[in-house]
């Protein structure tokens, strides 16, 4: 089945330092791919998502992802964390491109330490 | 523009109830769809809709009903609720869907319903 595998459940960063967010997909056909954000109390906002368009894809609020298909992988990263930044990030996939619904990943929440 | 508007936010029940979660969009978004999230769960598809008269099952639709009689509406109805209903449920809209083309546009989420049932 396809799926989407998000590697720690809970990171941990100080303010300043590098945000790097794990997510594993397993697709045989490329997939679209998607980060969202939950920020407490809210619903899901999308930050990017890639669509086999450039493999490394620029999102909002500083963030970007880099997909690699020889890993089967898109993580996220942001240079340099804020303390805004703190919230649930989600990793979800469309299987196969246009045929499949959306598949989320389990959640990785980040905290973010003065 | 109020993107996607889901009513209550809040809701305790008891065990054996009925209820109806509303969502509503003013987008004219073709595709809509209905997700609970769970503590550890991520987000899970109940039921989805590619647009007005159509319907269709997602990965845990036992205990819920859809209906999408218009566009902008697609409620959610728990018939008998259990306490393994308790979540979050959150509503999403898109211009498409899966098969329709241009599938990789980006949902729009409602604020979510907390439901508790006792």
């Known amino acids: 089945a396809q799926s989407v595998t998000q590697l720690g459940s809970h990171v941990s960063v100080s303010e300043g330092a590098l945000v790097l967010l794990r997510c594993n997909y397993s697709s045989s056909v490329p997939p679209y791919l998607f980060w969202y954000v939950q920020y407490p109390n809210q619903g899901l906002q999308l930050l990017l998502k890639y669509t086999s368009a450039a493999t490394l894809v620029k999102g909002i609020n500083g963030f970007e992802a880099e997909f690699k298909k020889s890993e089967t992988s898109f993580h996220l990263t942001k240079p340099s964390a804020h303390m805004s930044d703190a919230a649930e990030y989600f990793c979800?996939?469309?299987?196969?491109?246009?045929?499949?619904?959306?598949?989320f990943g389990k959640g990785t929440k980040l905290s973010v330490k003065p | 523009n109020a993107g996607v508007t889901q009513t209550p936010k809040f809701q305790v029940l008891k065990t054996g109830q009925s209820m109806t979660l509303q969502c509503a969009q003013d987008m004219n978004h073709e595709y809509m769809s209905w997700y609970r999230q769970d503590p550890g769960m991520g987000l899970r598809l109940i039921h989805y809709s590619v647009g007005a008269g159509i319907t269709d099952q997602g990965e845990v639709p036992n205990g819920y009903n859809v209906s999408r009689s218009t566009t902008e509406d697609f409620p959610l109805r728990l018939l008998s609720a259990a306490p393994s209903q308790t979540s979050v449920y959150f509503c999403?809209?898109?211009?498409?869907?899966?098969?329709?083309?241009?599938?990789?546009?980006?949902?729009?989420f409602g604020d979510g319903t907390r439901l508790s049932i006792l």
């Open positions: 999403a809209s898109s211009y498409s869907g899966p098969g329709q083309g241009n599938s990789n546009q980006p949902q729009h």
């Open positions: 979800a996939v469309i299987p196969g491109g246009s045929q499949g619904n959306l598949i």
